[in-house]
């Protein structure tokens, strides 16, 4: 049975969350890890969490410090191998960092503050392990959380987007970019939360849907049935 | 006396360059130009850091300091612009 791993940096706070959706949602079986002790080569999926706040606030710069451990080395090289790889939000920021996603960078947000709200997204690939179950420019909610989401690129026309906020862009992101997938397409990150949206019971009433639940499907489809 | 290493504070700030800098934008607006100050044309924000080194003199500080942060990804090149603010004895 195919096997994922969540990643767990000091601060982390979204990782249960993941284990959660991962083990009781769509029952694939879910590890979770502390960073010093994750190898490559073992896992079938990796996801690094967001609700976090990996090393102290995110000192220097979101993403910046998780992206140079060594845990990270090993996650790049799961990533070269084709496991795919998802980083959510603090997760989205560091795998930017460590150079596994294009993008210059997450900055602070624009206007400057930090947001937490439900929003809505389109889906613009379906060509990755995470996506392959949605409808291309399906529209779903998810909520976000982040004071430092705007993503910005040099060259942006030439980078695989994978999610761009729909309506309204809460973050200043270049092209309202709201989540990117590598070239390969095994590695997505994205700054809404699809582990907090999972379920009909944490969606709130509006005319929301839980449109975090077919990302969960759609890795547990790739695992068992490839992408 | 020609390899003596004495110890310098070098004083570094990381700015943004190119892209919008919504907090300098939100102080020059909402605390210095509501002050009445309306010869402030720009507020720029940043992040300060200061490394005290090892280094024969000012100028080799100032190169080692500037080394370790474009190798040790102190700043992120895309989107920031290092600043040398000084050199002093530490």
């Known amino acids: 049975m195919p096997r994922a791993a969540v990643i767990r940096f000091p601060g982390t706070n979204g990782d249960l969350d993941v284990i959660h959706v991962l083990k009781n949602v769509v029952r694939i079986n879910a590890e979770l890890v502390w960073h010093e002790d994750f190898r490559h080569g073992i896992y079938d999926a990796v996801i690094v969490p967001g609700g976090g706040f990996s090393y102290g606030g995110d000192w220097l710069r979101a993403g910046a410090i998780a992206a140079r451990s060594r845990a990270m080395k090993e996650i790049i090289m799961d990533a070269e191998g084709g496991v795919p790889v998802l980083g959510i939000c603090n997760g989205f920021q560091t795998l930017v960092e460590a150079g596994l996603l294009p993008g210059g960078a997450l900055l602070p947000n624009d206007p400057p503050r930090f947001i937490a709200k439900w929003v809505w997204v389109k889906v613009n690939d379906i060509k990755t392990p995470f996506t392959k179950l949605y409808s291309l420019d399906e529209v779903v909610s998810m909520p976000i959380a982040h004071g430092e989401g705007r993503y910005f690129i040099d060259g942006v026309d030439e980078v695989r987007v994978a999610f761009t906020y729909y309506g309204e862009n809460p973050n200043g992101s270049v092209a309202s970019i709201a989540g990117v997938v590598n070239y390969e397409g095994n590695v997505l990150g994205l700054m809404p939360h699809p582990e907090r949206s999972a379920e009909a019971v944490l969606t709130p009433r509006g005319g929301f849907v839980p449109g975090g639940l077919k990302l969960w499907l759609s890795l547990r489809d790739s695992l068992v049935g490839g992408w | ?90």
């Open chain 2, 1 to 90: 006396m020609g390899n003596v290493l004495n110890k310098y504070l070098v004083h570094t700030a990381i700015v943004l360059k190119g892209v919008r800098d919504p907090e300098g934008e939100t102080i020059l607006k909402d605390l210095v130009s509501i002050s009445g100050f309306g010869n402030v044309n720009k507020v720029i924000s940043g992040k300060y850091l200061g490394f005290i080194v090892d280094a024969k003199d000012d100028a080799e500080a100032v190169s080692y300091v500037r080394e370790v942060c474009e190798k040790a990804r102190i700043f992120n090149p895309t989107i920031h612009r290092l600043l040398i603010l000084g050199v002093e004895n530490a």
